[in-house]
């Protein structure tokens, strides 16, 4: 391998791809990032086993390729290459990565071998097994990647659910205490349905990967999925397990709604918070107006009110809640105003953006307290 390539291009990508490297991961040749250099591309590929990035860069005025080659880089070589501001050049000899820039600085890297890098499921580029919108997909998961949990008790409810059924998606997270979902509608229907459990985390690297401006194309091969955003492509194994039947848990019958503006309720409720850091539970209490109030022994009380645009149904209950269950909940909408529907002060209320091109909910579950 012999290549001339601009340093940044090369950091970019190496930027991206090295997201999913574990510099002490158990098997040494995964600690650095696979390198190929063809006629027509330059790929790089970082991997953990679990999840693994495919980044490719075509060969134009920013690369000169001398002889093609492969090999797998080492962190030292990625650190070098994203301080440099010029062209490089980069000469493989056996197992020494030979780097030149400037006039006279040259760098001698011992490096991996390539063929003991693990090899990426090949697939059908042509017929991906759907395809969103950049900015759609990106959405789609922040309003839920969230809501999934953060412990192995229940490996699969550290993933999201994505249900396609018929000319719909859904994408539904929980962790039993809340559930965040997405339903989002096709224009067709897209072969068979299907059900696949993605790791919230490495959803949650797609997105602060992926270019929204590009569609992202979803390939199903055998255990894993794989999401293709312009020359980029994230693998990701699927999480084994049945996730539970969410159907049943979202009311569809309220005893009152409430109207109100978003950014309010949320200042508000940053605000109350602070108190609430011992238990993390603040009351809501709706009478006239949407009161909120904290009291820790330790801390001190504190109480906001916020007006309501509007309420129908009963007007008198209290209700409590994890302020941070609350706070994503309100970060995940874009509406000005959201609707809080209630059923009751001890069974789950659910929150909706007033206005949404999505039909997207927020559950949350409250919390019992001594009155």
């Not at 791809?17 to 250099?37: D, Q, T, Y």
Request: glycine letters at 6%; proline letters at 4%.
């Amino acid at each position: 391998m012999h290549m001339k390539i601009n340093s940044q291009v090369l950091a970019e990508g190496i930027k991206k791809v090295e997201k999913v490297v574990n510099g002490k991961h158990s098997i040494p040749v995964l600690r650095g990032i696979f390198m190929e250099c063809t006629n027509d591309e330059v790929i790089l590929i970082g991997s953990d086993t679990h999840e693994s990035i495919r980044v490719h860069i075509p060969v134009g005025q920013n690369i000169d390729v001398l002889s093609p080659g492969k090999c797998v880089i080492t962190k030292q070589v990625g650190d070098l290459v994203k301080k440099l501001k010029t062209s490089v050049e980069m000469n493989l000899q056996d197992m020494n990565l030979l780097i030149r820039y400037g006039k006279k600085s040259e760098f001698n890297f011992t490096i991996l071998d390539a063929e003991e890098y693990p090899r990426l499921p090949h697939f059908d580029l042509e017929k991906p097994t759907l395809t969103l919108k950049g900015e759609d997909f990106q959405s789609i998961i922040k309003k839920t990647a969230f809501a999934a949990a953060d412990t192995e008790i229940r490996p699969v409810l550290q993933g999201v659910n994505l249900l396609l059924k018929g000319e719909c998606i859904q994408f539904t997270s929980t962790d039993s205490h809340r559930l965040g979902q997405v339903k989002y509608s096709l224009n067709e229907k897209i072969g068979e349905d299907l059900q696949l459990v993605i790791a919230a985390k490495a959803l949650e690297k797609i997105i602060k990967t992926f270019d929204s401006q590009d569609d992202v194309n979803v390939y199903c091969v055998n255990n894993q999925v794989i999401f293709k955003n312009g020359p980029l492509f994230f693998y990701s194994r699927l999480l084994e397990g049945k996730y539970p039947d969410t159907s049943k848990l979202i009311p569809t019958e309220f005893e009152s709604e409430m109207k109100i503006h978003r950014l309010e309720f949320l200042n508000s409720l940053d605000r109350i918070s602070g108190l609430s850091e011992e238990t993390g539970v603040v009351k809501l209490h709706i009478n006239g107006a949407a009161s909120l109030s904290s009291n820790q022994t330790q801390v001190g009380k504190g109480q906001e009110t916020i007006e309501y645009e509007e309420l129908t149904g009963e007007d008198d209950f209290t209700i409590a809640f994890s302020s941070k269950y609350m706070t994503d909940a309100l970060k995940s909408f874009d509406d000005e105003y959201v609707v809080f529907k209630f059923c009751g002060s001890v069974r789950p209320f659910i929150v909706t953006p007033s206005a949404s091109s999505f039909d997207e909910v927020q559950l949350i579950l409250p919390i019992r307290t001594v009155v």
